[in-house]
């Protein structure tokens, strides 16, 4: 009997549970695909629970069968190119290969490279009584002693991998099927001549930061005149982080120039009027797409919303276009600053405003071009949330695959007829009304961390269209095809 009872408590990993918790096996523990928690007592109620407790919205969005099972395999791929790519990474062997996990393992959990020693020193303190009775323990304290992992390795082992990242990312947003949200330099403004403000800034970043004599010196500067918190390296695939280092950059170009002179270091473009002008207005326009950015982060956002974040930035280009072609730079804070400081010190100067119209211009053509698809299923989106009151045709329909367009029509008007699920989504709407509200609110006030407790609106919504009975299937697979074609969720990137 009591075997028995220890079989029951210990059992092995099954392999249903990848497609039905998102589960696999590592290392004798089951671990969770979604958010990397490991379980040790492999049983089916202990990997059931995490699911159920800690992933209930990725359980209502991919319901048990064919969907998650998809779901479950995709999540699955995506961990088994990341292990590829890390084996990639370390092809000059072992001691290589552990330096990358190592310096992974310190980036994942937000500590600092300097961490890399002191990991190494517990390392070796552990090996010394773990391994003492192993005929290989030499060979084993060898090794680990013999794995680099000081601050710069990790640093450098970092930036490898980010970069690599930033290439996947990059390559897959490019490559979705139906849009993206990622506003790469390939669809911003004049590409190359803006490119090339860029470029020189984050030259000059990286001589600074990425070499550490230059970057202590550099803050012991700022530190001297100021309380600026230094630079940020850059990341190539989020305006988000462009936006951030642009701003400091801006913040601190003054001392920037003065370390460079002492250095000896030359770039006369950042005293000059024309590439600064460039800057300036980079400055500005991406704290407006940061911005938009802002508006579209976080889990559960509708494609609705998402939709309207974007439509609503076109409108404001437009009037950004109007603001450059007339001078006012009311919305452009950095650069009407810049403006008049030129013309105080030199009255007759003309600065090339219609430039950079031309330039926001181009920009506002890449949205609509880049976004044509959403105006295209606008019915379709709002159906999501106004079933009731949205009337979609055929050519809408040809978008969801399998819907037979006359058990959809007879479904609807069976809905529309029935003040119970029609006051259900009036509900549902004043639902999303109050935590737009909140959102608002939270974000007016920096509150980030409140803000990722409100309930996601995906969820509200496929609850919403869950309750309806099984006689709107046809109905219901609207928003669950678009739940898994378009996704309701917007960026994760988060706010600076």
């Not at 000059?204 to 390296?233: C, H, M, S, W």
């Amino acid at each position: 009997m009591a075997k028995r009872k220890k079989d029951d408590e210990y059992r092995t990993f099954q392999d249903e549970w990848t497609e039905e918790f998102a589960f696999v096996e590592r290392a004798g523990s089951a671990v969770c695909l979604i958010c990397n928690d490991k379980i040790t007592s492999l049983k089916r109620s202990n990997v059931k629970r995490h699911f159920d407790t800690r992933h209930a919205t990725f359980a209502s969005k991919y319901p048990a069968g064919d969907s998650r099972k998809k779901a479950c395999q995709e999540l699955l791929s995506r961990v088994q190119a990341s292990q590829q790519q890390l084996r990639v990474w370390t092809r000059q062997g072992d001691y290589n290969s552990a330096s990358f996990a190592g310096s992974l393992a310190i980036v994942r959990n937000g500590k600092p490279f300097t961490d890399g020693e002191y990991a190494k020193t517990f390392m070796l303190d552990v090996a010394n009584e773990l391994f003492d009775d192993l005929p290989n323990k030499d060979k084993i304290i060898k090794r680990i002693q013999d794995m680099p992992l000081s601050a710069r390795t990790v640093h450098d082992r970092t930036i490898v991998m980010a970069n690599k990242v930033e290439e996947t990312q990059v390559k897959d947003i490019n490559a979705a099927p139906f849009f993206s949200l990622a506003l790469d330099e390939s669809t911003d403004m004049c590409d190359r001549q803006f490119g090339e403000v860029m470029s020189l800034v984050i030259r000059v970043i990286n001589f600074i930061v990425a070499r550490a004599l230059n970057d202590r010196q550099f803050k012991t500067l700022l530190d001297e005149v100021n309380n600026y918190p230094g630079l940020l390296l850059h990341s190539n695939v989020r305006w988000l982080s462009r936006g951030k280092v642009l701003s400091r950059f801006a913040a601190c170009l003054n001392e920037i120039r003065t370390f460079l002179e002492m250095k000896g270091v030359g770039h006369p473009e950042l005293a000059d009027t024309e590439w600064l002008l460039k800057f300036y207005y980079l400055v500005d326009l991406t704290e407006h797409l940061n911005q938009l950015n802002v508006k579209m982060q976080g889990i559960g956002n509708t494609v609705l919303s998402l939709q309207q974040a974007v439509f609503a930035f076109e409108n404001k280009l437009e009037l950004f276009i109007t603001d450059l072609e007339t001078g006012r730079l009311l919305h452009f804070e950095k650069l009407s600053q810049f403006k008049d400081a030129c013309t105080a010190s030199e009255p007759i100067q003309n600065l090339d405003l219609h430039q950079l119209a031309g330039c926001t211009s181009s920009l506002l053509q890449s949205f609509k071009a880049r976004f044509g698809e959403f105006r295209e299923h606008t019915r379709l989106f709002k159906f999501i949330t106004h079933p009731n009151e949205c009337s979609l045709n055929t050519a809408d329909l040809n978008y969801i695959p399998g819907v037979s367009v006359r058990d959809f029509e007879a479904e609807v008007a069976d809905l529309k007829a029935s003040d119970m699920w029609v006051n259900k989504f009036k509900s549902l709407n004043e639902d999303l009304e109050r935590i737009t509200r909140q959102k608002a609110e939270l974000a007016s006030k920096h509150m980030w961390t409140e803000m990722k407790k409100l309930q996601p609106e995906d969820q509200l919504i496929l609850k919403t269209w869950n309750a309806l009975p099984v006689t709107y299937h046809t109905l219901q697979r609207v928003p669950r095809q678009l739940g898994e074609v378009a996704a309701f969720g917007g960026s994760n990137m988060e706010p600076g």
